[in-house]
């Protein structure tokens, strides 16, 4: 059985499409992501996206501000605890628990991002996937990476999903937790 917090609220199935290309993922011979945005306890976004449509979505990205995610990931989250956290409960709600940065548990967190990696075949990856990074993190983050960079995100948001003006805090682009 899938886990719940792997499935489209929308259809209460997996994703079956690419948000950009709208290819089924099915039959995309490449890894995908589903990302969702959580606050107060609902669902507020979900997506999934092909590794090739990151991937171009990326380019946009200036490479200080890919250099500035990789250090985020690399010095403020605390993988060999992960790990070890992870070897006591490996399951999805053990991904899932707290934030991977801060620890704070998911029951506290006002709001959070969800994102875990799936293998060509629609089978989920495990490893530094599936995480969840609360929004503080997130906002830790976003300080980090430059006004075109997050105009590009937010150019990605108002492509992608139809509504009012989008939050003017979301989640950071990229990995964990965001475009692309």
């Given amino acids: 059985m899938f886990p719940h917090w792997l ?16 290819l089924p993922l099915d039959e995309i011979d490449a890894t995908w992501l589903v990302n969702k945005e959580y606050r107060r306890g609902e669902c507020i ?4 996206i092909c590794q ?7 380019t946009v990205i200036p490479t200080s501000c890919l250099r500035a995610v990789r250090e985020f990931l690399e010095t403020e989250i605390d993988w060999r605890a992960r790990a070890e956290e992870l070897q006591q409960d490996a399951s999805i709600e053990g991904h899932l628990a707290r934030c991977i940065r801060c620890h704070t548990p998911r029951e506290a967190l006002d709001g959070f991002s969800l994102s875990a990696q799936f293998d060509s075949h629609g089978r989920l990856m495990r490893g530094p996937l599936p995480l969840i990074l609360c929004n503080d993190c997130s906002a830790h983050l976003r300080e980090r990476l430059s006004p075109a960079t997050l105009e590009a995100w937010q150019r990605f948001l108002a492509v992608h999903f139809a509504g009012p003006d989008h939050d003017e805090n979301p989640p950071a682009p990229g990995l964990p937790g965001g475009w692309p």
Avoid: N, Q
Wanted: with cysteine; hydrophobic share 25%.
């Fill in 52 to 58: 090739r449509c990151r991937e171009d979505a990326a």
């Fill in 7 to 22: 499935l489209s609220l929308e259809t209460g199935e997996p994703f079956r499409h690419c948000i950009h290309c709208r």
């Fill in 45 to 48: 976004r979900e997506y999934a």
